[in-house]
């Protein structure tokens, strides 16, 4: 049973848009991900989402509107809803997610991560 | 969709031990708790539990070891390991377990919450 610090573990690493596996329970998976830039529309079938932001901003694009994400802020994305993540300065989230989830989901492109780093 | 701000979230309740839904996907809940003092000895049987310490510091004691964690950690306890928060000073954590869990497990006694408030 290991303690895992947030802000310890992001700085194991400085990828951008390539999640790493921090925790594992219950079939989910709690993620960490340095994002900037904007990364590509999509959507998860089966699964919902959670994007918490840990440091910086992440706006949220979707098909009806923008949310924008501070840190100590998180937003559930449920299965089915197409969404782009912005990030115009560079933003670190914490995810969860369940194990199943690809990170441009119904769409495999360049940003397409299939096999996850676990830190 | 709701921007789910943490510490807003955490001001609107005063209550310790009394976990708060303000989250679910997957068949998981997102909770947030105040905890003060020591809760009591349990396990949950089927579920693994992650406390995320989000202000002050928690002790959480196993059989063979205290786990001692401060703002912006987070510990897994697996489904079937005994137990046992402590918070000398107020402590805030944010919980993400099944939809199943009760707080006190296998333990049924004056801190057991069976119905949450959503916030």
């Known amino acids: 049973m ?10 194991l690493f400085d990828e951008l848009w390539s999640p790493k596996i921090v925790g594992e329970l219950n079939g989910q998976y709690v993620k960490l991900a340095k994002l900037k830039g904007e990364f590509v ?30 840190a100590g802020q998180f937003i559930i994305i449920p299965s089915g809803v197409e969404h782009l993540p912005i ?8 995810l969860f997610e369940p194990k199943t989830v690809v990170n441009t989901g119904n769409v495999k492109n360049e940003k397409t991560v299939e096999k996850l780093e676990t830190l």
Chains 1, 2 share one sequence.
């Open 2 to 11: 290991e303690i895992i610090d947030v802000k310890e573990k992001l700085s």
């Open 41 to 70: 529309w999509h959507k998860h079938e089966e699964e919902d989402e959670l994007f918490m932001v840990v440091k910086g901003k992440l706006t949220i694009r979707l098909k009806e509107q923008d949310v924008n994400l501070s």
């Open 87 to 94: 990030a115009e300065e560079e933003c670190h989230v914490m």
